[in-house]
């Protein structure tokens, strides 16, 4: 199973952007999925996840209303659309997946997460 990010950059706060993260090896409408980052000095924090078996999603309260999750089958891709973007959003942004979960999926806690993607980097100037 392999995880690739990438979409990140340089922007203005305010501005909007959009990651993408291709999976490999697995099947992500099988699975469920999410967007972690980690800032400057701080512990990696969940941004969204989603099942798409269940059809829960969950949004961490930082992006709530500003981020999207989303997903395309036959690409087998995951987006995290961005949008308003603030410098508090600045940090190394890495898609997951929990291949592992059949319930309350899907898991807030990093460490359920078996395969991770090598990051990407979004920074947000003001």
């Known amino acids: 199973v392999q995880l690739q990010a990438s979409g990140g950059g340089l922007v203005q706060a305010g501005d909007s952007l959009r990651l993408s993260c291709a999976a490999s090896g697995l099947m992500i409408s099988n699975n469920a999925l999410a967007w972690f980052r980690q800032g400057p000095g701080k512990e990696r924090e969940l941004v969204a996840a989603s099942d798409w078996s269940s059809g829960s999603t969950f949004y961490g309260a930082p992006v709530l209303g500003r981020f999207t999750i989303s997903r395309d089958n036959p690409k087998n891709m995951l987006y995290l659309q961005m949008n308003s973007l603030k410098p508090e959003d600045t940090a190394v942004y890495y898609c997951?997946?929990?291949?592992?979960?059949?319930?309350?999926?899907?898991?807030?806690?990093?460490?359920?997460?078996?395969?991770w993607g090598q990051g990407t980097l979004v920074t947000v100037s003001s």
């Open positions: 997951a997946t929990d291949t592992r979960c059949v319930h309350n999926c899907p898991r807030r806690d990093p460490a359920h997460y078996d395969y």
